[in-house]
C-alpha cells in the first residue's frame, strides 16, 4: 500500500467530496439572501453532518433530526430517523464520514495546508486511545440524554448538540449572517462560545487529520458502530499479509489495519 496505490483513491475521494457538498448545499439563494431554504426537500435527511441552518443545505443533519424528535413534547421516538441511519451505517459504515461529509472536507483541506519545515503534524494526541471515546460521551449526554430530560416550560428539550457543541453548526450561522444583517443583532455569548470552538478545530486540523471525527462527532460514533457488519467492510487476506505495519503508516487515523480492518475509527 505504497504512495502509488493511494494516491489514486484520494484523487477520487476529494472530487466526490466536493461533488457531494455541493449537491447538498445547492440553495444558491440561501446564500444571497441570508434565508434558509424550508421546502419538501428540508424534510428528508442527507447522510453526513450537514446543518439544517445553512443557507445552503437542501436537506437534514440526522443529528439534529435525532435531537428534534427527542425533544418534541408528547414524541420522544422516531422511526425515520433512527432508521435512516440504521440503514446508510448497515450499507456503508464510516465510508459516510469520509466520502460524504461537508465538514469532513472542510477539515480534510485544512490540513493539505503547507506547514514551515520546523513545524510538524501529529499523528495522535496524548490519551488518543481515551480522546476517542468522547464522542460517545457527546451522542449520549449532548444528543440524547439532555433533549430527553431539560425541558422548558412547554415540556419540550433542546438540541443541546446543535446549539452548544457543532462547529458545523455555528459555520452554518456564520453564512447565515452573512446574507442577513438582522440577524447579526442577535447573536451573543453562546454563538461567541460555539466560534470558539469552531476556531479551535480548525486550527487542529491543520496540524492533525480530522479532530472532530476522531474526537467529537456523534454521527461518527453512530457509523462506526456498523463499521464491522457493514455490507461494505474490509477483509484481510492474511495469506499474502506480513504485517509489515505500512498499512498503519498510511493510514492518517493510526489504525492497524492489519490488526482491526474495521475499527471503528475508521472512516474508509
Not at 35 to 58: E, M, R, S, T
Not at 75 to 95: D, E, K, M, T, V
Not at 110 to 137: Q, S
Request: aromatic content about 14%; proline content about 6%; some cysteine.
Amino acid at each position: 500500500m505504497d504512495k502509488l496505490h493511494v494516491k489514486p483513491i484520494q484523487w477520487m475521494r476529494a472530487r466526490f467530496q466536493i461533488a457531494w457538498a455541493i449537491m447538498s448545499n445547492a440553495y444558491i439563494v440561501g446564500f444571497l439572501n441570508g434565508k434558509i431554504y424550508q421546502g419538501d426537500l428540508k424534510a428528508v435527511c442527507v447522510p453526513g453532518l450537514n446543518c439544517y441552518a445553512c443557507p445552503g443545505a437542501l436537506g437534514s443533519c440526522p443529528v439534529g433530526a435525532v435531537q428534534a424528535v427527542l425533544g418534541s413534547k408528547g414524541i420522544n421516538f422516531s422511526w425515520y430517523p433512527l432508521g435512516f441511519l440504521a440503514l446508510w451505517g448497515a450499507l456503508f459504515g464510516r465510508l459516510v464520514c469520509g466520502w460524504l461529509c461537508p465538514f469532513g472536507l472542510l477539515q480534510d483541506l485544512l490540513h493539505k495546508i503547507k506547514l514551515p519545515k520546523r513545524w510538524k503534524r501529529l499523528r495522535t494526541l496524548p490519551g488518543e486511545r481515551y480522546l476517542r471515546y468522547l464522542r460517545y460521551f457527546f451522542l449520549g449526554i449532548f444528543v440524547i440524554i439532555l433533549p430527553l430530560t431539560v425541558l422548558n416550560a412547554f415540556g419540550q428539550g433542546s438540541p443541546w448538540f446543535c446549539s452548544w457543541v457543532c462547529p458545523s453548526g455555528t459555520l452554518s450561522g456564520l453564512l447565515l449572517i452573512a446574507g442577513n444583517p438582522t440577524l447579526r443583532g442577535a447573536v451573543g455569548f453562546l454563538f461567541a462560545w460555539k466560534n470558539v470552538i469552531l476556531s479551535g478545530i480548525l486550527v487542529l486540523s491543520i496540524f492533525l487529520w480530522r479532530p472532530f471525527c476522531r474526537y467529537i462527532c456523534p454521527l461518527g460514533a453512530v457509523y462506526g458502530w456498523f463499521n464491522p457488519i457493514a455490507l461494505y467492510r474490509f477483509k484481510i487476506d492474511t495469506a499474502a499479509c506480513t504485517k509489515c505495519n505500512i498499512c498503519r503508516k498510511v493510514c492518517k487515523l493510526d489504525i492497524p489495519v492489519y490488526k482491526n480492518p474495521n475499527s471503528v475509527d475508521c472512516v474508509r
